[in-house]
């Protein structure tokens, strides 16, 4: 129902420049994650479009209209935006009932209209027999959805959601996560979500910008994002990948550090190379059969899975294999390396220089 | 088994514990019950002092020495026959001084006393010795001379013939002697020759130490009294532990009943704690329980009770000539309207400053924020002082600048201080920072989320701290106007200064001038502060059981970063009235006391050169009396912070690190304190701290610092509490984990982390007691003035410059000791 443009949008507080050159389009109905380490500039993007942070340079619009930028900028109030705090933000001195009725109160909604209007967003939010409770009565699970059914009780054409789930234990976090999903699907309304689990960023998403230092890595959707990786950076903030550098050279990569051992590949890269591997795609084979050939010399058996490290030459691999391998593997066993996957990325310093900063 | 083993040591702890406890109970009413003897003993005895006791203890060995040294050797150089002759006339010599002195015939009671005796001699010489010093023949100091000039053969041969001649009167006397004894027949004779012989026995003359005698002297009037402490001292059967009941009986008592209480304290706090285990931590809390019991529980206790059994027995009498008293009533009136006058003021004026200066982009928020707490931190009789200035109806600036700008010639007006308008005035100008400093510190804990949340939901700025942010600090609010209510309520030092020429009275001008009247003015001064009192308790129970239940904001270790609400085209008007306030209440009465600690007539301007002088300032810096005075206020101020900081530290790591049942009693008893009116502390101590209830520190520094502690103890507390709040127990454990011993613990991590709050929390104990009035106007002795006491002397008797000079030096001092309290924690804290 909305769209949100942003045009070149930089933010700085004093000296530190925390987001360089915003220049996005999220589109109508789009459910729309930034995600990135903290400090990486994604909660000053959300607060810029609710309009509690004003752009350095650059402009926003949201649907058509110009909300921020130049001598414009719209106060928060007046965006028509719901939004969910990292807190919750809930009110103590209110009830269920009344924070939630907070925004349509503010509009002088007529009374009746109210009742009826917060009575079915709470049951949206399975909040409806809570309504008299306060805010000490409830649990931080409660307390999240009073949050989101105020949030969503003016019917705003735009959701912004910073961080909801991070306060919430595992279990409560996944079933919210698809309650979130649920409930933007049958509302149509568009979704920037903030976070930095990219777990979470995955399984909602429609599309994932991947955001470091305040610029933006990559922005895909989470499929892509993952397997298509634009940088070194985004290949090693999703899921797990280690990188080993080569030389690219008449058709294979020779790894220096696994006593020259190499592997086949055709693609266009020459000279010094980073070759980036996520350890599921790599698979136990006889030693005779391997692309690589090593010792195994530990592994660790986490039920689905089977967590190894194999040295090969000077350099300790690390190998995701099914669980039922396990039984079949002996520490100090000589072993067989097939790497079915993996990403060549030119090794110019960049991987170090990105990784640094990373928490 | 192991779990078998584990219950029956830990019964085995639990009995011994209680056992231990059982052993402490028994002496706490063994020294109850020794007290009680001996009060029952000190009630039939016929001395004057208890001291009595004491002093017939040390006169004892003395009296044995003498004995031994001077009198024996010589009677067994006698021959048998002389012997028995001296101890006859001994006896009858007894008989006749004792007579005497108690102007009866004692001869019975002499032989009753001796028959008792297994060596009669050695008793009856005793006896005489010793009533001899206290009432024997003189000598006069002429003839002292003459024995004390004695070589020691010649003192030896001199007191042999004495002692031959008591036994025979026809002896040839000594040169001395002679003379001496020239007017003298009969035993009044002898009786004289006796006194020279034990006089001879020192050369100063004093065979007994003058001391001793002089002070049984005053212990023991009566004759009756005298006769008795001979016969004591002589038997020597006061022993050390009988004449420290004796001597101290109400202290006795007293132990015995806290140790009592301590006991029985101790055992329902193991009960509910369940571990049984006695630990240092018990001592400690108990020792600061006793302390508040005894300084302030037992005061205000025995304050109650005097007021309404002032003779023993139950009565309204006291309460209703005091309330029927038309400056009384006026008194009670005025102070609820000043009070309630100066807390509505105070509160809306605190709120919208706390939250321009917190959430808005005013200008210079920093600024202002500071200069609005430094009002907190200066003498509130400085400030009165200043608006006398500005406001007299006759010569205050103002009015004389409003009287050329108006034209209204020289009638006094239109702005007069001396009114109720004026102390409400001056009130609020002194104690909104209180209100200020609760409600911004209550903003700045908020969520800034929460406000965030209503301007997404449509709310304009304004309507959100309407709606969210007052709702939200209305706790804080209400702790805060309480706060500022109590604190004129309880006020003496402005009331004092504006309210005593303007006839405009309040409940603590009217105690204090209710004490100066003397025993008949304490029962009425009593009647008043109970009323005091009771206020105190009300809005005390209100603030911290109603409102502290209804506290939204919590302390949350998260800092945040405030909403700051943009002014716009308000910004500059609103800064430009902030500065203007702030100019007014807070520069211009400094300015004020600047200038007219340079003026010779206060009356007239500075900038008349025969006006200007700085001799006030020379003055106060050289007049001896006033360095006391500054000397005294250092010392109770250093004292009292020093003191208090300890008991903050470690009633603080009780409260934060551990979990023992009765943390809060204590903490508890010094949040009490410190809302219990100053005048009514000093009242309650003045009543029970002169020895009636076995401690006596009336007219001495110590009862000034007890004051001190229990009225400002709580500032430091809460200061170091919260500090070691915000640290995390891990941060301890890993100490101890890597090797650390707790004391090594407490003084590389804790101490440091908390320095800063510790060196804070001193300096909020030092500052209000370096310049306290209220309490020590009742509690000064001659030598133990203060600097604030000396100020406010000078400005109602003496001479206004020099006050406001000694006004500006404090002011100096304390602006001095915040930067130096900055510097010190580098910047985390100031006032």
């Known amino acids: 129902m909305a769209t949100v443009t942003i045009k070149h949008v930089t933010k700085a507080f004093g000296d530190n420049v925390v987001l360089k050159e915003f220049n996005e389009t999220f589109r109508d109905g789009e459910f729309v ?18 309009g509690f942070e004003k752009p350095s340079s650059g402009e926003l619009y949201i649907d058509d209209q110009l909300v921020s930028g130049g001598k414009t900028f719209v106060p928060p109030e007046k965006r028509s935006v719901g939004m969910v705090f990292q807190s919750y933000a809930v009110w103590p001195h209110m009830n269920v009932f009344d924070n939630v009725a907070y925004p349509l109160t503010i509009k002088k909604t007529p009374k009746a209209e109210i009742k009826e209007r917060v009575d079915k967003v709470l049951e949206i939010v399975h909040l409806s027999q809570y309504a008299q409770r306060f805010p000490n009565q409830l649990s931080g699970g409660q307390q999240q959805r009073v949050a989101l059914a105020r949030a969503l009780v003016a019917a705003p054409k735009l959701l912004l959601l910073d961080e909801p789930l991070s306060n919430l234990d595992a279990k409560l976090r996944e079933s919210m996560r698809f309650e979130i999903k649920e409930i933007q699907k049958q509302l149509g309304i568009t979704v920037v979500y903030v976070t930095h689990d990219q777990t979470e960023a995955m399984a909602m998403s429609d599309r994932i910008f991947l955001i470091n230092r305040g610029v933006v890595q990559q922005c895909d959707s989470p499929e892509n ?41 055709d693609g266009p890269k020459t000279g010094r190379v980073e070759v980036a591997v996520r350890p599921e795609n790599i698979e136990f084979v006889a030693p005779e059969e391997g692309q690589l050939r090593g010792t195994l010399e530990a592994q660790y058996y986490l039920g689905d899975v089977d967590d190894c490290r194999v040295r090969v030459g000077d350099t300790l691999v690390r190998v995701i294999a099914p669980g039922h391998v396990f039984k079949n593997l002996k520490d100090g066993q000589e072993v067989g390396l097939n790497v079915r996957e993996f990403l060549v990325f030119d090794d110019d310093g960049m991987l170090e220089q990105l990784l640094q900063i990373q928490t | 088994m192991q779990v078998q083993r584990d219950l029956q040591t830990r019964n085995q702890g639990e009995l011994r514990c209680k056992l231990v406890l059982l052993i402490v109970l028994l002496l706490g009413a063994a020294l109850i019950g020794a007290g009680v003897w001996g009060m029952g003993e000190l009630a039939t005895s016929s001395f004057e002092q208890e001291g009595a006791y004491g002093i017939i203890y040390q006169l004892s060995p003395q009296l044995n020495s003498v004995y031994e040294k001077d009198i024996r050797p010589y009677m067994e150089k006698l021959d048998a026959s002389t012997r028995e002759t001296v101890n006859a006339k001994a006896r009858e010599l007894l008989i006749l001084n004792w007579s005497e002195q108690a102007k009866s015939d004692q001869t019975a009671l002499v032989d009753s006393v001796l028959a008792s005796e297994k060596d009669p001699e050695a008793a ?7 009533s001899y010093s206290m009432a024997g023949p003189k000598v006069s100091s002429k003839e002292k001379k003459v024995l004390a000039a004695f070589s020691d053969a010649e003192r030896d041969e001199f007191r042999l013939q004495a002692l031959g001649a008591i036994a025979n009167d026809q002896a040839e006397l000594p040169e001395v002697l002679v003379s001496a004894t020239a007017k003298d027949e009969g035993m009044d004779k002898t009786a004289k020759i006796l006194q020279f012989f034990l006089t001879a026995a020192d050369a100063e003359g004093n065979y007994l130490p003058k001391e001793i005698i002089n002070n049984l002297k005053k212990a023991a009037r009566s004759a009756n009294a005298r006769l008795t402490a001979y016969q004591m001292a002589e038997k020597g059967e006061i022993n050390f532990f009988s004449q420290l009941i004796l001597s101290n ?3 006795v008592v007293l132990v015995g009943i806290t140790i009592l209480l301590d006991v029985l304290l101790l055992f329902f706090l193991l009960k509910a704690d369940g571990g049984w285990q006695l630990s240092f931590k018990w001592l400690i809390i108990l020792a600061i329980i006793d302390f508040m019991l005894l300084f302030q529980v037992l005061p205000m206790i025995y304050l109650v009770i005097t007021a309404f059994f002032p003779e023993g027995r139950f009565t309204f009498e006291v309460f209703a000539r005091l309330y029927t008293y038309p400056m009384n009533q006026g008194a009670l009136v005025n102070t609820l309207i000043a009070a309630g006058a100066t807390m509505v003021l105070g509160t809306l004026l605190a709120f919208p400053l706390a939250w321009l200066v917190g959430r808005t982009n005013m200008y210079g928020r920093k600024f202002f924020r500071s200069l609005f707490v430094l009002t907190y931190m200066v003498p509130p009789y ?6 006398l200035r500005l406001l007299n109806p006759n010569v205050g600036t103002i009015n004389v600048i409003l009287r050329s700008l108006f034209g209204m010639g020289d009638t006094p007006g239109p702005l007069n201080i001396y009114t109720l308008g004026g102390l409400i005035w001056v009130l609020t100008t002194f104690y909104y920072p209180y209100a200020f400093i609760t409600i911004s510190r209550a903003m700045e804990k908020m969520d800034p989320s929460l406000e965030e949340a209503s301007r997404i939901s449509g709310a304009s700025p304004l309507m959100t701290v309407f709606k969210i942010t007052l709702p939200m600090a209305t706790p804080s609010l209400i702790a805060g106007a309480l706060l500022v209510f109590i604190s004129a309520a309880s006020c003496y030092g402005i009331p004092s200064i504006i309210g005593a020429p303007g006839k405009v009275h309040t409940v603590t001008t009217r105690i204090i001038e209710y004490m100066g009247l003397g025993a008949r003015g304490i029962s009425d001064a009593t009647g008043l502060a109970v009323f005091l009192m009771a206020i105190a308790m009300i809005i005390l129970f209100i603030s911290d059981f109603v409102i502290a239940k209804k506290q939204y904001i919590t302390v949350s270790g998260k800092s945040t970063r405030p909403n700051i609400v943009d002014l716009g085209k308000w910004r500059i008007p609103v800064t430009a009235i902030v500065t203007l306030f702030a100019g007014v209440v807070i520069v211009l009465p400094f300015v004020t006391i600047l200038t007219t600690s340079f003026k010779l007539d206060v009356g007239k301007s500075m900038f008349d050169p025969a006006n200007f002088t700085t001799e006030n300032w020379t003055t106060i810096f050289s007049r001896t009396e006033t360095i006391a005075c500054l000397k005294n206020s250092l010392i109770f101020g250093v004292v009292t912070a020093t003191i208090g900081i300890v008991i903050a530290c470690t009633m603080s790591y009780l409260l934060q690190r551990t979990r023992i049942k009765g943390r809060k009693i204590p903490d508890f008893l010094i949040a009490l304190g410190s809302g219990t009116p100053s005048v009514v502390i000093a009242l309650g101590l003045i009543m029970t701290m002169k020895g009636n209830f076995g401690i006596n520190i009336y007219n001495t520094a110590y009862i000034i610092i007890v004051a001190y502690l229990v009225k400002y103890l709580m500032m430091g507390m809460r200061t170091v509490v919260s500090a070691m709040s915000q640290i995390h127990v891990s941060l301890e454990e890993c100490s101890q984990i890597s090797g650390a011993s707790w004391v090594k613990t407490m003084l590389k991590i804790t101490g440091p982390l908390i320095f800063p709050s510790i060196a804070a929390g001193w300096f909020l104990i030092f500052i209000p007691s370096f310049y306290e009035l209220s309490m020590t106007t009742l509690l000064y002795s001659n030598s133990t003035k203060t600097i604030g006491f000396q100020l406010y002397e000078y400005w109602t008797f003496t001479n206004q410059p020099q006050a406001c000079a000694m006004a500006f030096g404090i002011l100096i001092i304390v602006i001095v000791l915040n930067f130096v309290l900055n510097r010190l924690t580098k910047g985390e804290f100031s006032i």
Do not use: H
């Open chain 1, 33 to 50: 994650t930034l995600l990135g380490p903290s400090g990486c500039g994604k909660t000053t993007m959300l607060r810029i479009i609710a």
């Open chain 2, 249 to 251: 009986t109400k202290t």
């Open chain 2, 124 to 130: 009856q010489m005793k006896l005489l010795a010793v």
């Open chain 2, 382 to 387: 400085l400030g009165a002082m200043a608006w």
């Open chain 1, 225 to 265: 994002i993952y397997n298509q990786p634009a940088n070194q950076f985004v290949a090693d903030f999703l899921g797990k990948v280690e990188f080993f550098k080569g030389e690219a050279k008449e058709g294979k990569i020779t790894f220096p550090a696994m006593s020259n051992q190499f592997i086949s590949y």
